[in-house]
């Protein structure tokens, strides 16, 4: 059977044909580099915590973990709000790892300056998201190597980065960046890759029930976005609420 890409029915048969070839699912604290049957499987949660958890129940039902890498300064979600704690207790309550996404973009740029910003999201992702796994940069073509980010050259204690040296020059890496497989569909090209340890980065946002355009999916996005800031102006403000029911009603 043929599946459309960037379905949830597309992902099930990615997972299950990585299951099928041997591969163990790590994190990235786990990878050994004198093996070839280790995955590290990441996802970036640029847009929604709802996708991610889509995408974590899915593969809770494959019996795989991986890690989810969290934005704290992204302007479409709060990772401490009520609603993505509890998103997030979810993905952890199935097995499954968090790490931070660290976007350069909200950072200063004086070194000094960046190194006391990342000490403090280091601090807060802990209180905020739990134990990290690991962390990695948003956008890392957009934003170049950003040597302040390395480990190496923090002044202060950090989980596995997932954009050092070591995953770079042992893991193939491959992402559904921009929805779309750079080299080819993933799931066909795992033949060809079945003798080496994988690093799978995925966006959550991408993946769907049904085979839709990009843009259709971020169409989706959008309005459920201005469903829940409406949501969140009825449980707020009794003026706007008593408006929408009576509009409801007329």
């Given at each position: 059977?043929?599946?459309?890409p960037f379905t949830y029915a597309y992902y099930r048969a990615l997972l299950e044909a990585l299951i099928h070839y041997g591969y163990h699912f790590v994190s990235f604290g786990e990878v050994d580099v004198e093996r070839n049957?280790?995955?590290?499987?990441?996802?970036?949660?640029?847009?929604?915590?709802?996708?991610?958890?889509?995408?974590?129940?899915?593969?809770?039902?494959?019996?795989?973990?991986?890690?989810?890498?969290?934005?704290?300064?992204?302007?479409?979600?709060?990772?401490?709000?009520?609603?993505?704690?509890?998103?997030?207790?979810?993905i952890r309550a199935l097995g499954h790892r968090i790490g931070l996404h660290i976007d350069p973009a909200a950072l200063p740029k004086d070194p000094v300056a960046m190194q006391e910003r990342l000490a403090h999201l280091f601090?807060?992702?802990?209180?905020?998201?739990?134990?990290?796994?690991?962390?990695?940069?948003?956008?890392?073509?957009?934003?170049?190597?950003?040597?302040?980010?390395?480990?190496?050259?923090?002044?202060?204690?950090?989980?596995?980065?997932?954009?050092?040296?070591?995953?770079?020059?042992?893991?193939?890496?491959?992402?559904?960046?921009?929805?779309?497989?750079?080299?080819?569909?993933?799931?066909?090209?795992?033949?060809?890759?079945?003798?080496?340890?994988?690093?799978?980065?995925?966006?959550?946002?991408?993946?769907?029930?049904?085979?839709?355009?990009?843009?259709?999916?971020?169409?989706?996005?959008?309005?459920?976005?201005?469903?829940?800031?409406?949501?969140?102006?009825?449980?707020?403000?009794?003026?706007?609420?008593?408006?929408?029911?009576?509009?409801?009603?007329?």
């Amino acid at each position: 059977m043929v599946y459309p890409p960037f379905t949830y029915a597309y992902y099930r048969a990615l997972l299950e044909a990585l299951i099928h070839y041997g591969y163990h699912f790590v994190s990235f604290g786990e990878v050994d580099v004198e093996r070839n049957d280790q995955v590290v499987l990441r996802h970036d949660v640029d847009l929604s915590l709802e996708a991610a958890c889509a995408l974590a129940e899915i593969e809770a039902e494959c019996d795989v973990h991986s890690v989810y890498h969290v934005l704290l300064t992204a302007d479409v979600y709060n990772p401490a709000s009520r609603r993505s704690q509890a998103l997030l207790a979810r993905i952890r309550a199935l097995g499954h790892r968090i790490g931070l996404h660290i976007d350069p973009a909200a950072l200063p740029k004086d070194p000094v300056a960046m190194q006391e910003r990342l000490a403090h999201l280091f601090h807060y992702a802990n209180e905020i998201l739990g134990p990290l796994d690991s962390y990695s940069m948003h956008r890392p073509v957009a934003n170049g190597e950003m040597e302040y980010l390395k480990p190496q050259r923090l002044p202060f204690p950090t989980p596995p980065y997932a954009d050092d040296d070591r995953y770079r020059n042992h893991l193939v890496y491959r992402s559904d960046s921009r929805r779309e497989w750079r080299h080819g569909d993933l799931l066909t090209e795992l033949k060809t890759l079945r003798s080496y340890s994988l690093h799978i980065n995925l966006h959550p946002i991408w993946w769907t029930e049904q085979a839709v355009s990009r843009e259709e999916v971020l169409k989706q996005f959008l309005f459920s976005q201005h469903i829940a800031a409406e949501q969140y102006l009825c449980d707020n403000l009794s003026f706007y609420r008593a408006a929408i029911v009576a509009q409801a009603g007329s």
